[in-house]
C-alpha cells in the first residue's frame, strides 16, 4: 500500500460504491438468459467459447457439443477465457456453469474498479482522484453489463488493470520511496509482467505491450530518474515470456504446432483491409477465390478451412496496393468510429438514439417528435452508456493533460491507450475491441473531476493556495 493519507470516511465511501456496482452487476448478470442464448448459431462467440472450453477438457481433439463443432488442436483464439468458462462446465451443469461464470466476472470487473481507484490515486497523489475513478468504472453501464457476457473483455481488462497497477506502484515506489506490503518492488514487477502475461493469454492484441513498458524503464534509466532499470527491464521480459510461452510449448508437445498466443493476427489484418468481410464462411468464400484448397469430407456440415498465412498476405497487398488512399480511409474511418461509438449498448434494442435524435434535429423539432425520440427501445439505458462515455473521453484528456507534470507514473496507463490504439489501425477495429480503453478514459477522469473539486474548493477559500 502507497504511503497516501486514506482517511475512514473515504474508505466507507469506496466500500459503499463498490458494493453498489457489484449488486447492479450480480443483479443484471442473474436477469440475463442462459442456455437458450448460446445454443447453435445464434450465440455467436459466447456458444464457441463455451463449447470449446468444454470441449478441451473433453479429452478429444475433434467433436461436436451443441451441434457446434470444436477442434482443440487448432484452437486460434488466445486459449485463457476457454480454460476459465471450461473449468466451471467441468463441474457444473450446463445452466449453473454459465451463472457462476457470470458471478466470477462480475468479481472481477468490481476488482476493476478498485483497481481504477489506486491506479488514479498512485498518479494523482491523492485518494480523492481514485474515490472518483473507481466510481466511474463502478457505476459504468457498459461495466455494469459486461460481465454478463461470455466473452473476454471482462476478464482481458482486469488483467491489464491488475498489470499496470503493479506495475505503476512499483514505478512510484522506486521513484517516491513507496512500498507495496512485504512485497519488494522486484516481486512486484515479476508480478506485473505476470499479469500482463495472462492478459495476453487472454486476448493476443496485448502481446507488444510489455515492450512499451521496457522502453518506458529505459527512457526512466537513460534519464538517470531510476537505478538498475536494465536488470528491470530483463526481468519484466523473462517473466512475461515465461508466461505467455506457456500455450506453444503445450501445443509444440501436444500438437507439434508451432503458435505464439493466438492464430488471428492475419485474419484481424485482413478483416481490417476488406470490406466485404462477415460471418466465418463468408470470410472463407472471399479468402478461397483464386486458391487451390482441398475440401474436407464432411463440409457440408462441419468446414474448418486453415487459410495459409501466404493467403493473407496476398489478399491483404492486392487490397492495399489496388486502393491506398481507400485502405487508409477505411482504417480511420474503422477506428474514428469505434472510439466514439460507446460499447454495450446493443442489447438494449437496434435502434440508435444518436440516429433518431438527428433526425429529429434535422427533420422535425417538434416537441411530438422529441416525444417520440425519447420514447425510443432504451432510450434511458442507451443515453447513460453515451453520457458515461463521453464523460470518459472528455474529462480523460483533460486528467491527461493536468498529469503531465506526473508523466513519470501515468505514463504507462496513458501509454496502454495510445498501444491499443495504434495498433488497431491495422488490425479490425471495432467498439468492443477498443473498449479496454475506457478504463484509461475514467481513470483519468477521476483525476480531471478531483483536480476541478480542488480548484473550486480553492476559490471558495475552503483550501489553502498553493504556494
Not at 490515486?121 to 455494469?144: D, N, Q, R, Y
Not at 521480459?237 to 507439434?256: D, E, G, K, P
Request: proline content about 4%; some cysteine; glycine content about 10%.
Amino acid at each position: 500500500m502507497t504511503r497516501i493519507r486514506f482517511a475512514g470516511r473515504h474508505a466507507w465511501m469506496l466500500s459503499a460504491i463498490l458494493l453498489l456496482g457489484f449488486v447492479l452487476r450480480v443483479g443484471y448478470a442473474l436477469d440475463q438468459a442462459t442456455l437458450v442464448e448460446y445454443t447453435g448459431a445464434t450465440g455467436g462467440d459466447s456458444s464457441e467459447y463455451l463449447v470449446y472450453g468444454a470441449g478441451f477438457f473433453s479429452g478429444k481433439e475433434h467433436g461436436y457439443i451443441r451441434d457446434i463443432p470444436f477442434y482443440i488442436s487448432k484452437l486460434k483464439p488466445a486459449p485463457l477465457y476457454v480454460l476459465f468458462v471450461g473449468v466451471f462446465q467441468v463441474f457444473l451443469p450446463d445452466h449453473e456453469a454459465i451463472i457462476a461464470i457470470r458471478l466470477a466476472q462480475c468479481l472481477a470487473s468490481i476488482a476493476t474498479a478498485y483497481l481504477a481507484f489506486r491506479l488514479a490515486t498512485i498518479i494523482a497523489g491523492e485518494p480523492v482522484a481514485g474515490m472518483f475513478a473507481g466510481a466511474l468504472v463502478a457505476l459504468h453501464p457498459a461495466f455494469i453489463t459486461e460481465p454478463s457476457r461470455i466473452g473476454t473483455e471482462t476478464l482481458y481488462i482486469f488483467f491489464v488493470a491488475l498489470g499496470l497497477w503493479l506495475y505503476s506502484e512499483t514505478a512510484a515506489g522506486l521513484l517516491r520511496g513507496w512500498r507495496l506490503h512485504r512485497v519488494s518492488p522486484t516481486s512486484a514487477l515479476a508480478l506485473s509482467a505476470a499479469a500482463f502475461g495472462l492478459a495476453t493469454l487472454t486476448r493476443g492484441v496485448a502481446a507488444l505491450f510489455p515492450v512499451v513498458l521496457a522502453i518506458h524503464l529505459s527512457w526512466l534509466g537513460r534519464g538517470q530518474i531510476l537505478q538498475g532499470w536494465r536488470r528491470r527491464c530483463l526481468l519484466l521480459l523473462l517473466v512475461y515470456a515465461a508466461i505467455v510461452s506457456t500455450w506453444t510449448l503445450y501445443n509444440l508437445v501436444s500438437w507439434q504446432r508451432f503458435v505464439i498466443v493466438s492464430d488471428q493476427l492475419m485474419g484481424a489484418l485482413w478483416r481490417g483491409a476488406e470490406t466485404r468481410d462477415g460471418s466465418p464462411q463468408q470470410n472463407d468464400k472471399l479468402l478461397l477465390e483464386g486458391v487451390e484448397v482441398t475440401t474436407p469430407a464432411d463440409c457440408d456440415v462441419d468446414c474448418n478451412f486453415e487459410h495459409a498465412t501466404e493467403t493473407y498476405v496476398s489478399k491483404i497487398s492486392a487490397i492495399v496496393s489496388a486502393d491506398p488512399a481507400g485502405y487508409l480511409a477505411l482504417r480511420v474511418n474503422e477506428l474514428a468510429y469505434s472510439i466514439l461509438q460507446p460499447y454495450g449498448t446493443a442489447p438494449f434494442g437496434d435502434v440508435s438514439i444518436v440516429g433518431a435524435g438527428r433526425q429529429w434535429l434535422l427533420e422535425d423539432r417538434s416537441p411530438r417528435g422529441l416525444l417520440q425520440v425519447i420514447r425510443t427501445e432504451g432510450f434511458a439505458i442507451k443515453l447513460a452508456f453515451w453520457v458515461f462515455h463521453y464523460i470518459g473521453i472528455g474529462f480523460g484528456l483533460l486528467g491527461m493533460f493536468w498529469s503531465r507534470k506526473r508523466w513519470v507514473v501515468g505514463a504507462p496507463l496513458a501509454g496502454f491507450a495510445a498501444y491499443t490504439v495504434a495498433i488497431h489501425f491495422f488490425l479490425l477495429a471495432l467498439p468492443r475491441y477498443l473498449f479496454p480503453i475506457e478504463l484509461v478514459w475514467l481513470v483519468f477522469a477521476g483525476i480531471a473531476l478531483a483536480e476541478l473539486v480542488e480548484k473550486r474548493q480553492r476559490r471558495r477559500g475552503l483550501l489553502p493556495g498553493r504556494g
